[in-house]
Structures are given as C-alpha cells and as structure tokens.
C-alpha cells in the first residue's frame, strides 16, 4: 500500500545504509543462538518490479519446551536482510537467520532463509493480504556434532495504515524444521512452530522505518526421540531502508 512521505525528515546517506545493513549481518554468526525469527518484521505490500529494500535489527526469544520444561532465554539475536520486487504483486526476500529450534542443547548456529511473498489484494486496497512461503538452511551444532536443518515454512499476512505513516499488521506463521544428519534422522529430529505475530511499520524518512513486532508460538516435536512440546515468544524490531 502507499504510505504518506515525510515532508520533515530527510533519507539517510545510502553509505549510513549500506553499513548498518553490513554490521547486522556481521554480528548474526557472534550472537546467534538457539532461537530462530519466526517473526516477519513486514506488512502485506510486496516492493514494484525493480525495487531493493533491507532490514538490520535485533530481538529476543523464550521458549520452554520438553517434559519436564526447560526454559531458555536468547536476549540478543541479530537479524539482517534484502528484498527485490519481482513483478506486479510479488516480491522475493533473503534473510540470514537462525533454525527454530529452541532447544538449550543446541548450540550457535547461523542460517539463512529465501521466500517469495504474493499480495492477494490491490496495492492501493486499505486493507492488504499476503501469502509468504519459504525455506531455511542452517549448520547446527548439537553437543559439538555438527548437523544441518532444513526449515520450510509459510506465513499468512494482513495489514491496514492506521495513521499516515503507520501501518498495523498481524501475521500466522508456520515452520517445519527437521534434521536428517542427527541420530534416528529427520524421524527422531523434528521440529514444529505456529503461532500469530503482531507488529506496525513506522516510515521515519522517505527512505527508512521503523517495525517492532511481538509473537507466541506453539512448538511441537522431538529431539533425540524425546518429546519437546511446549511454548515459545518473540520480540523484535528492524529498521527497514527501501531505496
């Protein structure tokens, strides 16, 4: 959807951009953990053909899962990202990440994501819809063997501008992370994550904004063959450049 532009505020230089874009992508493999962004950190509307936008910021995970629970906490997960408008209502985004495991167990790991978002409605709708599927790959360390992950997902977006410059949007997310390389395979080793995440998008600048965002989740599945049922929540926010 189209947002008002400030008439106040000036675009930051593109080189104050690009470096904040490179320290967050420097700092994701020196402060993952393990936790993942089941968090989108975007509205509904997809970028026009040609256009380039990036994400840089940082959050946070809880999660307490297996019986009996075990709570783990990761204050700090870095977060970083680029998107390019395909075609009329699509657009298709990389982001380095980490695999949705929360499990204390596992130890640093870095990944990275590629999705393809589709917008259902006009772009000028007040109210926008959107479907996002992806897949996720990251190199595990598991009690010091390494594995690898694989994380499909999908995420349902809606979005609506509250105010000139602001605009509100809630999400339901899926991910589906297995690891075929650890003992018993992807059998023993799986993972599920589905819960609704809250956020709005503040446009700063003509170039820059702002998106907190906040989401619970509901994780299923298994580590080693044991069960790790239990509950997880997310906060976060970016700042976005769309040039």
């Not at 809250?198 to 298994?222: H, M």
Request: overall charge neutral.
């Amino acid at each position: 959807m189209d947002e008002c532009r400030s008439s106040v505020s000036q675009p930051l230089p593109y080189s104050t951009v690009i470096l904040a874009v490179a320290l967050a992508a420097i700092l994701v493999p020196a402060q993952a953990r393990a936790g993942s962004w089941l968090l989108g950190f975007s509205p509904a509307d997809t970028l026009p053909p040609g256009g380039f936008s990036a994400i840089a910021g940082t959050g946070g995970q809880i999660s307490s899962v297996g019986d009996p629970k075990l709570t783990s906490f990761t204050p700090f997960l870095a977060h970083a990202g680029v998107r390019a408008g395909l075609a009329d209502g699509w657009d298709i985004g990389y982001r380095l990440a980490t695999v949705a495991l929360p499990f204390s167990s596992v130890g640093p790991s870095l990944g990275s994501e590629i999705d393809i978002k589709h917008r259902f409605t006009p772009k000028d709708a007040p109210w926008q819809v959107a479907f996002v599927a992806g897949v996720g790959y990251a190199f595990l360390d598991m009690q010091n063997n390494p594995r690898s992950a694989w994380s499909p997902g999908a995420d349902l977006v809606m979005s609506h501008a509250i105010a000139p410059g602001y605009t509100a949007f809630a999400d339901l997310r899926y991910v589906y992370t297995f690891i075929p390389t650890a003992g018993g395979g992807s059998t023993a080793n799986h993972f599920e994550a589905f819960g609704p995440g809250l956020g709005i998008k503040v446009r700063l600048t003509d170039v820059v904004s702002l998106t907190p965002e906040v989401g619970a989740f509901d994780f299923q599945g298994k580590l080693a063959g044991e069960k790790a049922n239990g509950f997880g929540a997310q906060y976060g926010a970016v700042l976005g450049f769309r040039f």
